[in-house]
């Protein structure tokens, strides 16, 4: 808050265009500008997608990535998305937020919810989903749990920002339908829903323009369609020009970027209007009153890290994935008993990995060992072989995985830790493969020669394909990079005193080869060019008939679930369209368990290629044993509709939709079909039309008939295949009729059919 807590429009009135100009950029690498003769403080902001990371020391100019004060670990976001909890990532993001405060935080740089497009983005543990929908919701959790504690949310990265390599400069080339449907869709609905106090400007082009100079982006998708009237502030180093910046849309600069002198300059020679840079500074000050300059304040009540800490384990156990779990004698093999003959191998056992690496790297306040925690609850007589080393020779890999095989001889049962290492995924660089490290390879296929119950349990932050190693492997959980309290959270899965209810907010592919943005991925000479479309994720193995490893919403339980009497009342129509879904969900098992019901729709009859199935919708429940409950979700009209190419918005189109119920995206257990009203379109007619369009539209059939006489002679033409394809603007040509007539036709029928939708301005390209 302003320190004689004026009016912001007071501030501004009394301000220099010298000191507007500095209140758009940061002071340091994390401090907002103050201004003291005016009376306006300066405001924190650092990094916190898995927990507070405020740089320790003065923080200078320096990259950012010095050693940081201790704060709770939690579980990275692709552990968060796999919770498809709601509930959960608000609490965690709650939990963030009181650390901030405590240390004089305004704003923490989370989440991030950019799609997850390719598995090879080096940054993917930092993102939620490969989903558009889930993203949104969980991404908007995370922001009402950070800003319910008088924290600020910075949703990030905005964006289409899905590729490390070279970052800074790429431009992403995509049309406008795959942004609306696929890379906004979750902003949209965290920007509309949520008020995040800023928004984050991503580093990359979009079609040509950087994000930061796009005034499409931040201005007439941001702005003025979603309504949004916080501040956009700069990826550190995101802005190139600052004149242009704020001519766009971007409000605050950060780090600070040369001097202000460029800002000042063109505002008196007039290429910058003064009003542009007012708004920018508006919304700055409005910040610094929003966050009472929390920078000293000494209302904060001291971080609870061990609350924190519990938090953060509760959180790693609900978003491992079981992804296989297959029988043994004839029952699983998980959850073990405490007096089970145990060997562990593998040397992220004993030295865990359990976050990312790059500006999310948190210094935690403890970390709980999964060989501690396992030797805790099951004896400190567990018998452990590193099997392999973090970065050694494969000399040295060789004999460690020997001693591992013939130790695992005997019945016993397996558990095998095993994951990627730090070298292999971070921010700044992308991956160049699905695989674990060779030597870990080696290792699970033969131990699973020796026995017969080999648990493997993967510790990395993006997927990895399930090749041969786990062919001959019964079990399998995914327990990514779970936050410092992940040790312990693996041995209360192992022992099933938690369950994994986790669900894959991810396809797994068998093969790196079958991935959407295979070809594509992460581009050329400066370029990267989305020609998947709005197939991203399991949207592309559906239609391509390609069969996943793991499908996207997959995850195994303790338990078992029947989905049954599945209803759907549609009422409305177009933009007032609502389905209530109803399902009964019982729990067929013999323990407590978790479900997570999934809501697909298809679109049986759209003009444009769609999807075959999309999630709508989720809901988790949890049950004892034999337990049932009905289970309500309303669908709106987004879940019908699709960005019209042509008309350039959201349209819902009348026509018949299947709504389905499952346990993934190729696990459907209930389907109902339905049929939705809504608007009746048609192509505006122009003189590059067709002859069968022109055919089709009554209005364009009426003046064809007045101006070209016998309405038969021309049905009979436009029967005929070729011809109905050509333009009228060509067959008029040919047929020696003047442009000038056609275009008089057109001009009339674009009067006669209406407006075909809300007026438009150009697109991003």
Same mark, same amino acid.
């Given at each position: 808050m302003t320190e004689d807590d004026r009016p912001v429009e007071d501030v501004l009135a009394h301000l220099t265009v010298e000191q507007k100009a500095a209140l758009t950029s940061g002071s340091d690498f994390?401090?907002?500008?103050?201004?003291?003769?005016?009376?306006?403080?300066?405001? $924190?902001?650092?990094?916190?997608? &898995?927990?507070?990371?405020?740089? +320790?020391?003065?923080?200078?100019?320096?990259?950012?990535? +010095?050693?940081?004060?201790?704060? &709770?670990c939690f579980p990275v976001a692709a552990s968060l998305g796999s919770t498809w909890d709601v509930d959960l990532v608000q609490r965690v993001a709650a939990a963030i937020a009181r650390e901030a405060r405590a240390e004089g935080v305004s704003v923490v740089l989370a989440p991030g919810i950019n799609i997850k497009r390719s598995p090879l983005c080096g940054r993917n543990f930092e993102y939620l989903s490969e989903d558009p929908y889930l993203s949104g919701e969980l991404g908007l959790a995370f922001v009402r749990g950070l800003q319910s504690e008088g924290v600020g949310a910075s949703v990030k990265h905005f964006a289409a920002n899905n590729a490390e390599t070279d970052r800074m400069r790429v431009s992403v080339d995509v049309d406008e339908r795959t942004l609306h449907e696929i890379y906004l869709a979750a902003f949209e609905r965290v920007v509309t829903a949520g008020d995040p106090w800023t928004v984050m400007a991503?580093?990359?082009?979009?079609?040509?323009?950087?994000?930061?100079?796009?005034?499409?982006?931040?201005?007439?998708?941001?702005?003025?369609?979603?309504?949004?009237?916080?501040?956009?502030?700069?990826?550190?180093?995101?802005?190139h020009d600052r004149v242009a910046a704020l001519r766009a849309g971007t409000d605050l600069t950060m780090p600070p970027f040369g001097d202000?002198?460029?800002?000042? #300059?063109?505002?008196?020679?007039?290429?910058?209007?003064?009003?542009?840079?007012?708004?920018?500074?508006?919304?700055?000050?409005?910040?610094v009153d929003r966050a009472g300059a929390a920078d000293g304040r000494d209302d904060a009540d001291p971080p609870d890290h061990a609350a924190a800490h519990t938090l953060a384990r509760e959180a790693a156990a609900a978003g491992a994935v079981l992804l296989k779990n297959e029988r043994v004698g004839g029952v699983p093999v998980l959850p073990?008993?405490?007096?089970?003959?145990?060997?562990?191998?593998?040397?992220? +056992?004993? &030295?865990?990995?359990?976050?990312?690496?790059?500006?999310?790297?948190?210094?935690?306040?403890?970390?709980?060992?999964?060989?501690?925690? !396992?030797?805790?609850? $099951?004896?400190?007589?567990?018998?452990?072989?590193?099997?392999?080393?973090?970065?050694?020779?494969?000399?040295? #890999?060789?004999?460690l995985r020997a001693a591992a095989v013939e130790a695992a001889q005997g019945d016993r049962t397996i558990v095998c830790f095993l994951g990627l290492p730090d070298s292999d995924e971070s921010e700044g660089y992308d991956r160049t493969n699905l695989d674990l490290p060779p030597g870990q390879m080696e290792l699970v296929q033969e131990l699973a020669v020796v026995s017969t119950r080999v648990v493997v349990v993967l510790a990395n932050g993006g997927i990895v394909a399930p090749v041969a190693w786990s062919r001959d492997?019964?079990?399998?959980?995914?327990?990514? !990079?779970?936050?410092?309290?992940?040790?312990?959270?693996?041995?209360?899965? !192992?022992?099933?005193?938690s369950e994994p209810t986790g669900r894959l907010a991810e396809t797994i592919p068998f093969r790196l080869e079958d991935t959407p943005a295979y070809l594509d991925f992460p581009g050329h000479l400066g370029h990267s060019r989305y020609g998947e479309g709005v197939f991203v994720g399991y949207r592309y193995y559906d239609v391509k008939r390609i069969p996943p490893a793991y499908p996207f919403g997959h995850g195994l339980g303790y338990t078992t679930f029947a989905q049954s009497d599945l209803t759907v009342e549609v009422t409305g129509e177009g933009d007032d369209v609502r389905a209530m879904v109803a399902v009964t969900v019982t729990n067929t098992g013999s323990r407590r368990g978790t479900e997570v019901v999934q809501v697909y729709v298809s679109d049986l009859s759209a003009p444009v290629a769609r999807p075959e199935r999309e999630l709508k919708g989720f809901a988790r429940v949890t049950l004892d044993a034999g337990a049932s409950e009905r289970i309500d979700l309303e669908l709106g009209p987004r879940a019908f509709a699709y960005w019209h190419p042509v008309l350039r918005r959201w349209v819902v189109?009348?026509?018949?939709? &299947?709504?389905?119920?499952?346990?993934?995206?190729?696990d459907l257990r209930r389907s109902v079909t339905v049929t939705v009203g809504g608007e009746e379109l048609r192509r505006p007619l122009a003189a590059d039309s067709t002859l069968a369009e022109w055919s089709a539209d009554p209005a364009g059939a009426r003046l064809l008939t007045r101006a070209f006489g016998d309405a038969a002679a021309r049905s009979a033409v436009a029967e005929q295949p070729m011809a109905a394809q050509i333009p009228l603007s060509v067959l008029a040509g040919l047929a020696g009729i003047p442009r000038s007539t056609v275009d008089a036709l057109a001009e009339e029928a674009a009067s006669q059919q209406g407006p075909p939708g809300d007026a438009v301005s150009p697109g991003p390209h």
């Open positions: 994390w401090h907002t500008q103050p201004i003291e003769d005016a009376g306006v403080g300066a405001i $924190m902001l650092t990094d916190g997608p &898995t927990g507070l990371r405020k740089q +320790a020391g003065d923080p200078g100019l320096s990259l950012g990535l +010095a050693e940081s004060v201790p704060a &709770t991503s580093y990359n082009r979009i079609n040509g323009t950087y994000a930061t100079e796009n005034a499409w982006l931040l201005r007439e998708v941001l702005r003025d369609t979603w309504g949004y009237d916080g501040v956009v502030v700069s990826d550190w180093g995101a802005v202000d002198a460029a800002v000042v #300059d063109a505002v008196r020679d007039g290429t910058l209007d003064e009003s542009v840079l007012d708004e920018a500074v508006r919304r700055v000050l409005a910040l073990l008993a405490e007096s089970a003959p145990v060997l562990v191998v593998g040397e992220l +056992a004993r &030295t865990p990995r359990f976050q990312g690496a790059g500006s999310s790297q948190v210094t935690p306040t403890r970390v709980d060992v999964p060989l501690d925690a !396992l030797r805790e609850a $099951m004896g400190e007589g567990l018998a452990f072989e590193p099997g392999y080393t973090l970065g050694g020779t494969p000399d040295q #890999d060789r004999g492997v019964p079990v399998v959980l995914e327990m990514w !990079l779970g936050g410092q309290a992940a040790g312990s959270a693996v041995a209360d899965l !192992l022992l099933g005193r189109e009348p026509g018949t939709f &299947t709504v389905s119920i499952g346990a993934s995206s190729a």
